[in-house]
């Protein structure tokens, strides 16, 4: 979907504005107006260093109805101290004194470099320019504003009706390194103007999100500053949702397309990232362990190594799969496939399997892995992407 498709949500506006909070002449403030009656809900990093604006975001969320999204590049403001969390709440307070709101009203997130503190004055000098530029069809910008290493901004609509109602859902994310959320450098932020009451609402980002956002790794690191929100402005003319039936399943089906689709974008745009990786584990005892064993996989450098490599060495893939974190596993039953090539039955080499034929697999942009752990009924996808020589000299030039 292009910019011009990217649907604006009735109750939302956006600006995006070049602050210069760390480096001049790119977007790097954001702000969004929710209108009256909007409701927000969201879930964080699980990292114990999270970051000023997780800390007051998270407690503001339970305490206040918010009215205004804040959002700054370049500094992540995690690792500051007392004087991190003072200037999270001086900036809280310059955008309300702005916008004539109370400081609870408004929910600050922040992304960039961990340990150094970002400069008031920046905020003091955008935040009335974002105020006059609220546009609701701002989708683009507002991206654009959120990017850190990122190399295209990323957004996704959809518009289907309930009871002969149009509803639309727009989202943004951004994140490229630091990836492996546990609710990355993640931000997530997907509105509807559909009504949807603030229980179900607090229910369904976080069953979203698991099912998004939670299935992505780059480089098995999570991030201090992860924020994943779901916002209903409440302004589509229906009855209020307070379940999930047939009636709003269409809706939640929405949701879940907008959120996996911004999910993946993050590992399509890994920091250096030449390949998409799908892995699927089926056949186990439990979820968690269909989760335990395709995470390993994903996180493993040898297999993304070997991916960026278009190399197929399918041991790699064993030896990530036989140190897995779960209970017990029996590698004699054990079969592996990329894509639709079999690559090992029953614990070994497949018979008919050629290395040709696994080559000709790995050299392509988009690449499934499927394991079969023949061990019950439960299975897990997550999404990840190879690692490049590009991602360690992006990483080793982070601060410079």
Known sequence: MTQTEWLPVPGIRLAAVEAGIKKANRKDLVVLELAEG???SGVFTLNRFCAAPVQVARERLHAATPKYLMINTGYANAGTGKKGMENCLASCRLLAQAAGCSEEEILPYSTGVIGE???LEAFAKGLPQALNELDEHHWGRASEGIMT?????KVASRRVEIGGVPVTVTGMSKGSGMIKPNMATMLGYIATD???AKPLLDQWVKALADKS?????????TSTNDACMLISTAKAQMPEITALDDHSKVLYEALGEVFVELAQALVRDGEGATKFVEITVTGAASEQDARAVAETIAHSPLVKTALFASDPNWGRILAAIGRAPIASLNVDKVNVWLDDLLLVEQGGVA???QEAEGAAVMAKSDIAIRADLAAGDAECTVW???FSYDYVKINAEYRT
């Open 38 to 40: 909007a409701r927000v």
């Open 117 to 119: 503190q970002f400069p």
């Open 149 to 153: 290493t990122d190399t295209y901004p």
């Open 194 to 196: 559909a009504p949807i």
């Open 213 to 221: 956002f939670n299935r992505v790794t780059v480089d098995g690191d």
């Open 351 to 353: 018979d008919s399997y």
């Open 384 to 386: 990840t992407c190879d």
